[in-house]
């Protein structure tokens, strides 16, 4: 089994910056992505940012220039840097990794952006 915890969420004013962080453990299988999920109340779950095994990122278009996602492989972590945020980055943000043994998510960290 795989376990994936977030950390690094909370409050903070438009504008503002947040880093999450994202723990891996378990029976880890090579993935083939890794990344970052969003889901705002009353909203489906969408993606915010991705990271294949061969290093390539892949962005939303609503955070490309602002968020960043990094990886460090060697203690099975994955990075989310997220500058400049909105009011409508609020959303619980889940760390996912994908893999040919299946997908598996986190619990989720919360992000809420004032204005």
């Known amino acids: 089994q795989v376990q994936l915890v977030e950390s690094g969420g909370g409050l903070v004013q438009s504008g503002g910056s947040l880093r999450l962080s994202c723990a891996a453990s378990?029976?880890?299988?090579?993935?083939?992505?890794m990344g970052w999920y969003r889901q705002a109340p009353g909203n489906e779950r969408e993606v915010v940012a991705l990271?294949?095994?061969?290093?390539?990122?892949i962005y939303a278009t609503a955070v490309k220039g602002r968020f960043t996602i990094s990886t460090d492989n060697a203690n099975n972590m994955v990075y989310l840097q997220m500058n400049s945020l909105k009011p409508e980055d609020t959303a619980l943000y889940y760390c996912?990794?994908?893999?040919?043994?299946?997908?598996?998510w986190g619990q989720g960290t919360q992000v809420t952006v004032s204005s």
């Open positions: 378990g029976s880890l299988f090579s993935y083939y992505q």
């Open positions: 990271v294949t095994d061969d290093g390539m990122t």
């Open positions: 996912t990794r994908h893999t040919a043994r299946g997908t598996y």
